[in-house]
């Protein structure tokens, strides 16, 4: 069974940077397609990024307005998610997705509904 670790999280002051990385744990996710989402305070867990296995198809909500940038090697058992400029908006717990049994170039999508399987989350907290 594949479980996903993420790591990464912690405090950082607006306009300062995290980078949150996705490891496969018991199974590869190589070739899983893998998301990144989020989950606020009081609010819905919204859909952050994704990337194929292929590591060449990208998808980014709108909010994340180039300041994100979701990566891994082809094939790679870790998917990062590079965060620039954070805002106190950002402060949320941060969740690895992913689903197997997928061509190489797709991607899920932003429903929840469409990865298979989840991490415990990482904590980040933007404050000064």
């Known amino acids: 069974q594949v479980q996903l670790v993420e790591s990464g999280g912690g405090l950082v002051q607006p306009g300062g940077s995290l980078r949150l990385s996705c490891t496969g744990s018991g199974g590869s996710i190589g070739r899983h397609a893998t998301g990144w989402f989020r989950q606020a305070p009081g609010k819905e867990q919204e859909f952050v990024a994704a990337i194929s296995w292929s590591g060449i198809r990208v998808e980014y909500a709108d909010f994340v307005k180039a300041r994100f940038t979701i990566s891994r090697e082809h094939a790679g058992n870790t998917v990062d998610l590079q965060m620039d400029s954070l805002l106190p908006e950002d402060t949320a717990v941060y969740y690895c997705?992913?689903?197997?049994?997928?061509?190489?170039?797709?991607?899920?999508?932003?429903?929840?509904?469409?990865?298979?399987?989840w991490g415990q989350g990482t904590q980040v907290t933007v404050s000064s």
């Open positions: 997705a992913s689903r197997g049994w997928v061509e190489s170039m797709v991607l899920p999508g932003q429903s929840m509904e469409s990865y298979e399987y």
